[in-house]
């Protein structure tokens, strides 16, 4: 039985108070001062076992009014409160969390006005949440943001972990740097061709910001609780060690759109001496307002494969029916196209692979490129380019439908939108009525492409709305959203945990490229997975993909640490990426992939070193399994499996997929063995990866 517990003090006051405010974490290791300067202009600062993460740092706005939103003000209500409840996520990485937090209220008022403006800060043993509110008050109803004044003052020249600042895209390579080495290595990095970007005109960056200070001390900025605003860049102020919000605007430049009665984001700032605490934050899902659906019977953890890999690896398969761009959709008669003969998405092919969801226990198979109007997929200057009802001749929705119901499988409906996001909102309601009616109970959305409306970027305040009533209109139709190139989570999936999971990162894809680094996925869980789950894609065995063609990538991993990606990278729906011959050839490696839970009662941080490292240990969802996954960067290294997760008195038997005596990423990366041995909640083992290398390890009662 779950313990509530919730203790409220408040203290009221009727005249001006002392500006001067503090409050301490549960724990009392994390300390928030809070104070008004002799203009009165409000500001924070926090430390963190003594040592400073934030010395005093402003706070406020600059709005299109005659008078700023930032200065001149008084305190004239402080309240104080501590909650300690536990909740339960309907997926997750642990069955229950525990919301325990300290809370100062603060009333401001301006002496010359009367305008008012609300701070709420929010202190947990592993952090800080803290947002702006606007109470509905006589005159001043209506504003537009031309600046958010959050400063994160640093006490140093932070080792940072970063991608360039873009309303477009969060689909750069990371890079690792030094606060100060930022502006000379920005530009250069923002070379990197992608579908679609819009730079900031300053140096700054984005968020999950992750920082390491000099003493020792492990920061990571963000956001929780996107909605109706736009999301948060950070400037970078080198020269002062000092990070400013930078709100994605519209192409107008306006940076928010405020009606009084409204809150802000929740800002984030995650700290401790150990990363691992880092990982283990729930601080972000915290933050956001609990579940809103009523029935959440219908959402469900999800394996699945799909028509999607073999379009990148230079094979031939295609997404569009016919080589003809000459199309108009609703008016182009697509029986009357000449087929290209490699569309990727035809019945017959699409059958094998709900054949072989089914022969190896697999929930779903994804099928991009179904749908009329991808022969013209990359027009800006058009509006209508899919049609989210209509399919191509050669793929029968209705026979495929009853094929994979026959075998224990659903198929995952593709949304491409290529951007033009009015369209899909007018067509939304018809498309997922046209999922109901055929059987589909999850879509992948994507957003590839400059946004439509062109006043509009990917990151803005209406894309942000857009996306946040997609998952919401999904619900209604008890349909799970998986949305790629959209803003990065924030934590939403608790409001609403059929949003399961978003790519909004560089992701597998990538790899086709030779896109991607080895230490890129010991970053992203410190800097992407901290707002929510990821579709990464992992899986792929066949890393040289010269095989199929031109394409002369090769993948920065080795196979095995392609199978522990399943658990150090957190998604309740997690692909087995790769083409279904590749598997074929490597079934007992393939086990792993078959074995492994995508829901959890709880997860252990074993290691973690960002850019270096990371082990983690998950339980299985009402199981007794467990599951360890071990990744390292371009260094082999010695990871240190410590079973004491396991329950007491019992021997476990314990499978180990472990990189070959000779594995290496760049030259022999399908190297691997397989073995088992029993283990204990006393056992701890060493185990070498190799380069790029990794360890998997599935755990069962005997």
């Excluded at 008050?137 to 031309?146: E, G, K, S, V």
């Excluded at 709100?247 to 700032?269: A, E, F, M």
């Excluded at 396991?646 to 760049?666: C, I, M, Q, V």
Aim: charged share 20%; aromatic share 12%; glycine share 6%.
């Amino acid at each position: 039985m779950k313990k509530f517990i919730i203790t409220i003090v408040c203290m009221l006051f009727c005249a001006p108070l002392l500006s001067a405010q503090t409050l301490l974490s549960p724990n009392g290791n994390l300390k928030l001062s809070f104070q008004l300067t002799e203009k009165g202009s409000p500001t924070y600062a926090l430390t963190f076992k003594g040592k400073t993460v934030i010395s005093e740092s402003a706070l406020g706005f600059v709005i299109n009014q005659k008078e700023d939103f930032n200065s001149n003000f008084e305190i004239t209500e402080v309240q104080f409160a501590e909650a300690n409840t536990v909740w339960q996520p309907v997926l997750g990485e642990n069955k229950e969390i525990r919301d325990h937090h300290k809370e100062m209220f603060i009333r401001l008022t301006q002496k010359n006005n009367g305008r008012q403006l609300y701070l709420r800060f929010r202190l947990f043993d592993d952090g800080l949440g803290f947002r702006y509110e606007f109470p509905v008050q006589d005159n001043f109803r209506h504003f537009r943001i031309q600046e958010e004044l959050t400063t994160f003052q640093l006490s140093d020249n932070h080792k940072a972990f970063w991608i360039p600042a873009d309303y477009d895209t969060n689909e750069f390579p990371i890079t690792t740097s030094a606060i100060s080495e930022i502006p000379k290595l920005i530009d250069k990095v923002r070379e990197e061709p992608l579908a679609a970007k819009a730079p900031t005109p300053n140096v700054a960056v984005q968020t999950p910001l992750m920082l390491k200070s000099n003493d020792g001390l492990y920061i990571n900025l963000h956001e929780a609780a996107l909605v109706n605003y736009p999301s948060m860049m950070l400037n970078v102020n080198a020269a002062k060690n000092q990070l400013s919000a930078h709100l994605v605007p519209d192409k107008n430049g306006v940076k928010g759109y405020v009606q009084t009665g409204s809150v802000t984001p929740w800002r984030t700032i995650v700290v401790s001496d150990d990363a691992r605490d880092i990982l283990a934050s729930n601080l972000i899902l915290n933050l956001n307002e609990p579940c809103k659906i009523t029935d959440t019977s219908w959402i469900h953890p999800t394996k699945y494969i799909g028509v999607w890999w073999e379009y990148f690896i230079g094979g031939g398969s295609t997404w569009a029916y016919s080589d003809d761009r000459d199309i108009t959709i609703g008016v182009t008669d697509y029986t009357k196209l000449k087929p290209n003969g490699h569309h990727g998405a035809n019945t017959e092919h699409v059958k094998k692979y709900i054949n072989f969801a089914a022969q190896h226990g697999f929930d779903a198979v994804l099928v991009e490129g179904w749908n009329e109007g991808w022969e013209d997929n990359y027009a800006y200057d058009k509006e209508r380019i899919y049609s989210f009802t209509k399919a191509y001749p050669d793929f029968d929705v209705q026979a495929l439908h009853q094929y994979a119901a026959s075998k224990g499988v659903k198929l995952i409906m593709h949304h491409e939108t290529t951007s033009s996001v009015v369209d899909y909102e007018c067509h939304l309601h018809e498309a997922f009525r046209f999922m109901n009616d055929n059987g589909y109970d999850a879509v992948k959305t994507g957003y590839v492409g400059p946004i439509i409306p062109r006043s509009e970027y990917h990151d803005g305040q209406w894309m942000v709305n857009h996306y946040n009533y997609v998952a919401e209109t999904a619900a209604k139709y008890h349909i799970m959203v998986n949305s790629h190139e959209a803003v990065r989570p924030t934590g939403m999936s608790r409001t609403y945990p059929n949003w399961v999971a978003q790519e909004s990162a560089r992701g597998t894809e990538f790899e086709s490229f030779n896109g991607n680094h080895p230490e890129h996925t010991t970053i992203l869980p410190f800097t992407r997975l901290m707002g929510g789950a990821m579709d990464y894609t992992p899986g792929i065995f066949e890393g040289d993909l010269s095989q199929y063609g031109n394409n002369k990538a090769k993948l920065s991993t080795t196979l095995v640490k392609q199978l522990a990606l399943y658990v150090t990278m957190y998604s309740p729906l997690q692909m087995a990426a790769d083409l279904p011959e590749n598997y074929e050839k490597h079934l007992d490696a393939f086990q792993f992939i078959k074995d492994i839970a995508a829901d959890w009662d709880n997860t252990y941080i074993l290691e973690a070193e960002p850019g270096d490292y990371i082990t983690i240990a998950r339980k299985a969802k009402g199981k007794n399994e467990w599951f360890v996954g071990a990744i390292t960067d371009e260094n082999a290294r010695e990871a240190l499996v410590n079973f004491s997760f396991l329950p007491k008195g019992k021997t476990y038997t314990a499978t180990l997929y472990t990189d070959g005596k000779n594995a290496d990423w760049r030259t022999n990366p399908q190297s691997y063995s397989i073995k088992t041995m029993k283990v204990t909640h006393k056992t701890k083992l060493k185990q070498r990866l190799a380069p790029s290398g990794g360890l998997a390890i599935s755990v069962k009662s005997e």
